[in-house]
Each structure stands twice: as C-alpha cells, then as structure tokens.
C-alpha cells in the first residue's frame, strides 16, 4: 500500500483525484503502477487501476494477470472491477471504502458476484483505510 499511497499523492500534486494503483506480480515485483490521469490524458478510462493493469499487461505480453494481486488505495468503480475481472486478476486490496461509486462491496459487489462468468477474486478491504481516506478529504476539501 506505500507504493499506491505515492502514487495517490502524485495524484493529487497533478490536480488528479487521489487514488493509486500498483500491481504486483506472483513473485511479489511491481508489474505495473498507476494513478488517477483523466484530467491530464484527457481519458475518462483513466483511472489509477486500469492504467496499472494496462502497464502489466504490457510488460508481460499477456492480457491474463493471474497470479497476481493488485493493491489500490480507494475501493475500485464498477469499470474498475470490470477490468480487473477480465485480466483474471486473483486478489484485490484496497484502502477507503467508496460509498458514492464502490464495485467491491459498499455499492455493488461486482468482483464477488456469482453469476459472472470469471473466478471470484480474494477481496482485502480496508487496509490503511484511514490514510487513503485523508487523503481525499484533503483533496475535495480544497476543491470546496
């Protein structure tokens, strides 16, 4: 989660929302990171997690991330979770919990839902909630 955390701050100095990504291989090596780039790309696809599995993808050649465990400081969007479920990503952790917009249990509980047709992924919530949290109140509070 420290790696997410920078990431998240990078975020927020480039007027980004802050959220960071970083996915880590089966051996525990960064494969990919990630943060918030809609405003600077401009992309509205550009969200911290999928920029990271992108990255992945890439410098593995291959589209199926299994194996792997990506780590995220807010709890994913649902195209977020749609992401991660087609790169067959097997362990999602997160840090705040996103009431407005979540995909992993606060909102919707796509990645756990049964009826899809992918391998239900192991879902760590609430690591370091409380520093990822800060750190978007600091952001929209500014903002306000």
């Known amino acids: 989660m420290n790696l997410a ?18 996915l880590l291989g089966p051996d525990g090596g960064v494969l990919g990171t990630g943060r918030n780039a809609r405003e600077a790309v401009p992309d509205p696809t550009a969200h911290a997690e999928v920029l990271a599995l992108r990255q992945a993808a890439l410098a593995t050649g291959d589209r199926i991330l299994s194996g ?37 249990g606060s909102v919707y509980d796509l990645l756990r839902d049964g009826r899809l047709p992918h391998a239900v992924p192991e879902v760590v919530a609430g690591v370091r909630a409380d520093e990822c949290a800060a750190l978007l109140e600091e952001f929209f509070a500014g903002r306000r």
């Not at 955390?5 to 970083?22: D, M, R």
């Not at 995220?72 to 997160?94: K, N, Q, S």
């Open 5 to 22: 955390l920078v990431e998240a701050k990078a975020a927020a100095e480039a007027g980004e929302i802050p959220v960071g990504a970083i």
């Open 68 to 104: 792997c465990t990506l780590v995220v400081t807010l709890e994913p969007c649902v195209m977020c979770a749609g992401v991660i479920l087609a790169a067959r990503v097997p362990r999602v952790v997160f840090g705040a919990w996103d009431e407005k917009a979540g995909a992993v």
